[in-house]
């Protein structure tokens, strides 16, 4: 067995019992890397820092020490800030920005004892389902090269489906860790909004953004979640209660295991309607009861997410002016000439749109209609959910209405690509957690992927679910 | 005689004098090198968020509890997005429909006649950075950058430069005593924008122009009478006034308007997704309003009203918090209240003044004060002598009477011993003395100023008199 | 509601977001305007008078931190970041009013 087949939580046991070491894991990973750099999985890998950071996790090994992480190589998102390592969210802004600071689930990492392989290849700054939007080079799927990744942690997801990390960081916005573990065969988590520190992620849209793991399997991504999780007095917005308010489940009997009717409706592949629907089976069959259930805003949640998330990343994506970082177009003689010829050169379509929706809805006329008539959407949409997870242990559906497309095909037409967001998009609107689990392939091999979501701060309730299907289901 | 009045209201922003910035641990601190109280959150490096300061909140609410504001029991936190090279992020964290404070008053007395100025609301904001513009282009400092700063908008209720500037000193009087902020204009800590209009009496009010950033009250007078000049003549040759922002110039006294940001005046405001909303209790305000310190106002009351202090004694005693607080502890100490003020508007004033062009610095507490005087009273100094003790004790924490030791000040009150260097005195002198006993008394001042230059000025100087006039009158 | 998405309004919110559109892209803009906002008529199906607004997914409030300065971080690890710089500042053109 290669090193870098090991799941993460085998390799910490190997390591612990002398058996390899972390230069071993590091080195065999970073040759993954080398060998698969036509994924485009990274945006920068970090070889020389990586092996010194593995040498130093060996050393520690050897003095006894014991930490979650320690001697792990992990991939982090490209959106997520690594003092002394050029973070650039995969935009020709940000080509040469070196970051100042650690983001703090990168402190929490080290402090864990992780070694950082590189950063991942993604969507331009966050803004993407299928990582082609990157500046720099597309992230193809790890099944099928001439397919796209997902996104916009298709970076993530790759690295972790091709060997190339144990297991990566990513961020979720509208799906954008679930839609590319899904769309690579993949397990990704997006904890329930607050529960991981945004301290140092580049913000998209703050109020949706989220940060969690993508590894091969559950097991893998709970020891990673266990590491990022928890309170940070620099993040207004992380909760400071009890963020273990799920449980470990062990036996489905008495469980309860909602199924939205809206979760399956038009548009969603018969391939993947018929995977789905074959663990809902499972579940039924180990004593879960399937709970029909029905979040009567769903319909609303596309225009919603759309709305607010451009609305927020138009003002968050001013900051990039060319003074102050990252990079300011030749030959401006004003200010002005810096603000709008650096915009217009750096910044790519996808973000374009997006920064323009975002000032549109806010702008003075059509605020209301826009931006306040989404705001209140959401609350309908979260009073939605909480209804029916009042009656349900889970929330089960398709993480993607298909498996992973053909390359070429968003540019096309960008606003039908958003419509393969609409079973991912309404969890951020209500801030939700969910795990997007393999639950089987369609017919040309492609990996298809099951969403189950929890209520606040039951990761472990969804960890669990999902570690029971991967048990008696899984690779 | 045209017949158009100005009506004015004033957008007034404040410095608060916290230790720290309103939403990063950088130093909110005047006068640093460029840039070093600065961090990748208020310079808006991407991927920061903002912790707000639970000091700056306090410190907004003590302000509208001291001008009788409504404290609001739930308020949040907005973006006003625009570009501009001092916002390094492209917006302004500030509070756009649920502000920390709304309404309040301020009492000004402008020409003997008392007026109410009413204002609108106060909400807390960040400051922006500072731009110096050069040859080789416009250098950008962010150390002001997140400084908390709150706005106050009054309703329209001025009508002459006279008052506007009396409304200025007022609230920047409120602010100083209340602990808040030292508005001091010469560092920026207090600025104003200005918006004013003409209309005749009874008919609906004008157009209104605003000019922008004004930091001196003496350019907030410049600046608005030379804006009712200019409207008077343009609504005088039958023209119309343009509603638009304005700078004014001090150097040439004239405004000019900013052409071309009209319609980038979008804001887009809209919830700071950042940042928590604020709530308070009532015993959260009563906790505040009940740190408000004792304003200028009242404490004029109290000192001519209870101390019995002349009028003119008292306003000069609170013109500064300082001041106000080192008579007062002075007299807490046990001074004659009088005999404080006068020392203190004398020669504290005097001393402290030098110290800076806005505001005085006190260099001495209530209790050296009060120390000083009584050694004075008691004749262990003199008066002149009480200023090399103050020079001394200044900044320190040394006691007068250490003080008058270390110097050798004690003053020489043993009559034998005086009399005796008296009569040394007028024997050596036998001019002079003929010249008193001939009836000329400014010879006594002469043998007085001989016995203080032989005794260093260490002598009583009135025991000295009255020896002097003895031993001539023999 | 109904709203036309004219070239107009794409060419003031361009001014908005400081970006500067080709013809072609101004097109694709309308377009893709058009497409996104057409989902707003979901949004009609309820009586927004009667509905708050959410801004936060928390209701967390008065999160404050004590009035107490860090350490200065270093004016150098940020200075070094722009793309054009003196010893103490940032540089742009001079700014005019």
Known sequence: MKITDMTLLGLVRAMDAGEVTSVEATEATLKETEEKKDLGAYVTVCAERALEEAKAADARRRAGERLPLLGVPIAVKDNICTEGVRTTCASRFLENYVPPYDAFVVKKLKSAGAVTVGKANMDEFAMGSGSEYSAFYPVKNAVDKTRVAGGSSGGSAVAAASYQAFAALGSDTGGSIRQPASFNGVVGLKPTYSAVSRNGLIAFASSLDQIGPIARTVGDCRAVYDVIKGHDAGDSTSYAGDLDKGERVTSLKGRRIGVAKEFFGEGLDGEVRAAVERAIAFYAEQGAEIVETSIRSFDMALACYYILSSAEASSNLSRYDGVKYGRRAEGCRTIDDIYYKSRTEFFGAEVKRRIMLGNFVLSSGYYDAFYLRASKARTLIKRDFEQALSGCDALIGPTAPTTAYRSGMSEADPAAAYLGDVYTVPVNIAGLPAISVPCGNGGSGLPIGMQLIGRPFCEETLLSLAEIYEKECGR | MSGYVPTIGLEVHCELKTETKLFCSCRNKFGSEPNTNTCPVCAGHPGVLPVLNRKAVEYTVRAGCAIGCKISRYSKWDRKNYFYPDLPKAWQTSQYDLPLCTGGEVKITVGGEEKTVRLNRIHLEEDAGKLVHGAGGTAVDYNRCGVPLMECVTEPDMHSADEAVAFLEELASVFRFAGVSDCRMQEGSIRADVNLSMSRPGEPLGTRTETKNLNSFRSVRRAIEAEIRRQTEVLESGGKVVQETRRFDDATGEGYGMRGKEDAQDYRYFPEPDLMPVVLSDDDVGRIRASLPELARDRRKRYTERLGLPAYDAEQLTCDPAVAELFDGAVNAGANAKKAANYVMSEIMRKGKTAGEDGIIVGISGTQLAELLALVDKGEINLVSSRDVLDRIWLTDETPSAAVDALGLRQNNDEGEIEKLVRDIVAANPGPADDFRKGNEKVLSFFVGQLMKATKGKTNPKIAGELVRKVLSE | ?97
């Open chain 3, 1 to 97: 509601m109904e709203t036309k998405i004219t070239k107009e309004i794409i060419a003031h919110t361009a001014k908005l977001s400081r970006l500067e559109l080709t013809e072609e892209e101004e097109k694709g803009m309308e377009k893709h305007f058009a497409s996104v906002l057409g989902w707003v008529k979901t949004l009609d199906a309820f009586d927004a008078s009667s509905v708050p607004a959410t801004a936060h997914i928390s209701d967390a409030v008065n999160v404050l931190r004590d009035d107490v300065p860090g350490e200065p971080f270093g004016r150098e690890k940020l200075l070094s970041c722009a793309p054009e710089r003196s010893e103490d500042s940032y540089i742009v053109p001079r700014v005019v009013e």
